[in-house]
C-alpha cells in the first residue's frame, strides 16, 4: 500500500465507549500528525510525533491519547468523548516537517459521538 | 501565533467562469501551499511555493506567492465542475516544523 492509510473510515461511537483510530503511512517519512476537521472551523493541529517522539500537544483534552509505536504508525485512542467531538480526524505525514513537499494526509475517520 | 485568512469563504459559480481565492498574512512565510480537498477524503497537495513573487501554473490553475512572502493568490480560469472542493491555503514559518493552515474557500462549479 503506498500513501496514508486511516481505519475505520466511520465511526460511531457512544460516550462511554473506548475506540481507537489507526493510521498507517508507508511513504518513510518521520513526522506524523492528528489533525480535527469539524463543520465551520478550520483544520485544529491536535498532536505531533517527530521520529517516534511527541512534539507537540495542542491543549487536547485527555479524554484524547496518542501512540506512536514506529515511525510508520500512529494511534488516536478516545475515551469518554463528549457530542461536541464528534468531526473528521485525520492523519497527516511528511518529510522534514512538510515545508517543500507538503503533508500528505489520509481520508479520515468521521467520527460521531452520541 | 502566525494566522492565515482565507477569502472569499464561499464562492459558487457556474461552469467556464474565471475565479481568484486569496490567503494573506501579516507574518512571512518561508513557504506556501495550496490543498484541495474533495467532500469525505483529505486535503491534496496542489502546489508549493518558496520565492517570493514566485508564479507556478498547473493546467487551469495559477499560484502565485507575493513579493513579501506573506500572502498567495490563487486562479482558476474556465472552472469545471471538477474543481468543485474545499481549499486549503498552508505555511510554514522559519525554524517552524509544522504547518499552519486557513479555513478554506468552499468552492461549488455548477453545471
Known amino acids: 500500500e503506498t500513501g496514508v492509510t486511516q481505519t475505520p473510515r466511520h465511526l460511531v461511537m457512544g460516550m462511554t465507549n473506548k475506540k481507537s483510530l489507526k493510521c498507517e503511512q508507508h511513504l518513510g517519512h518521520n513526522a506524523m500528525y492528528w489533525y480535527k476537521q469539524s463543520a465551520k472551523k478550520p483544520l485544529e493541529l491536535m498532536f505531533v510525533?517527530?521520529?517516534?517522539?511527541?512534539?507537540e500537544n495542542n491543549s487536547v483534552p485527555s479524554r484524547f491519547s496518542p501512540e506512536c509505536p514506529n515511525s510508520s504508525h500512529l494511534f488516536l485512542h478516545l475515551h469518554t468523548l463528549q457530542p461536541e467531538d464528534s468531526a473528521l480526524y485525520l492523519c497527516?505525514?511528511?518529510?522534514?516537517?512538510?515545508?517543500?513537499?507538503?503533508?500528505?494526509f489520509g481520508s479520515g475517520t468521521r467520527l460521531t459521538v452520541v | 501565533t502566525q494566522l492565515l485568512e482565507q477569502s472569499p469563504q464561499f464562492l459558487s459559480i457556474q461552469e467556464g467562469e474565471n475565479l481568484t481565492v486569496y490567503c494573506n498574512s501579516s507574518s512571512v512565510f518561508s513557504s506556501l501551499q495550496w490543498y484541495r480537498q474533495e467532500p469525505g477524503e483529505g486535503p491534496v497537495l496542489l502546489v508549493t511555493?518558496?520565492?517570493?513573487?514566485e508564479v507556478k501554473k498547473l493546467k487551469r490553475l495559477t499560484f502565485q506567492f507575493g513579493d513579501a512572502r506573506k500572502d498567495s493568490s490563487l486562479h482558476i480560469t474556465a472552472a469545471q465542475p471538477g474543481d468543485t472542493g474545499l481549499y486549503l491555503c498552508a505555511g510554514s514559518g522559519a525554524g517552524s516544523y509544522q504547518l499552519t493552515f486557513g479555513k478554506g474557500t468552499k468552492l461549488s462549479v455548477i453545471p
Open positions: 510525533y517527530n521520529f517516534k517522539e511527541q512534539t
Open positions: 511555493v518558496v520565492t517570493g513573487g
Open positions: 497527516a505525514s511528511s518529510q522534514d516537517g512538510g515545508r517543500r513537499a507538503g503533508y500528505t
